[in-house]
């Protein structure tokens, strides 16, 4: 292979590895340099160079400032809806479903954190991925006015995966923006 080095905004490019992978630099665009290029989202020349749309910043937080009390409503999935976004960089959540859809394959951070206030009823909030539950939280103490149920994972997703919160047994009371749920990508794989 033809060692190559390219400059670009004041960033050296080495090109000319063997096949061991693709070497991936980042500066004001992503140059991938691969030995077995693929067409996912890329433009691949004859020497093997791909150039990928920069779509690795993957972020959202989410809140909830009114309440969600499920024996009132027509939702029988019991997701948790949001209504608020103070961050969507790359706008992969979608508010009005409250669900967030990977745009790429990669390890994720996840947490949520959702607030019971005035009830004395055990709360369980299961963060759901794919429609299966990967983790829970409870909040049951029947002696306080304000209690937290929350919890974070990371988790490895492929490309449309989704993931949303759902109640899955007593009332959430949101109120005052306790309740939140937030993610980004930690790396693409």
């Not at 150039?51 to 948790?80: C, Q, Y």
């Not at 949520?112 to 004395?120: A, E, G, Q």
Request: net charge negative; aromatic share 12%; with cysteine.
């Amino acid at each position: 292979m033809l060692p190559l080095v390219l400059l670009g905004f004041g960033v050296a490019f080495s090109l000319g590895q063997n096949d061991t992978g693709p070497l991936v630099l980042e500066g004001k665009c992503l140059v991938v340099c691969d030995a077995n290029p693929s067409a996912e989202r890329a433009f691949t020349s004859s020497f093997g160079i791909s150039v990928r749309a920069g779509d690795a910043k993957v972020a959202f937080s989410a809140l909830r400032g009114t309440n969600h009390e499920p024996s009132d409503m027509s939702n029988t999935s019991l997701t948790i809806y949001f209504d608020q976004l103070l961050v969507n960089i790359g706008n992969h959540f979608d508010l009005q479903a409250s669900v967030f859809q990977a745009p790429r394959r990669g390890i994720y951070s996840f947490s949520f954190h959702v607030v019971k206030v005035y009830n004395r009823q055990t709360i369980q909030v299961n963060l759901m991925h794919n429609e299966y539950p990967i983790i829970s939280a409870f909040a049951g103490d029947q002696d306080v006015t304000r209690e937290a149920a929350s919890n974070s994972v990371l988790l490895q997703m492929e490309r449309e995966d989704k993931l949303y919160l759902k109640l899955e047994r007593g009332n959430l009371m949101g109120g005052w923006r306790y309740s939140t749920f937030s993610g980004f990508l930690v790396f693409p794989l």
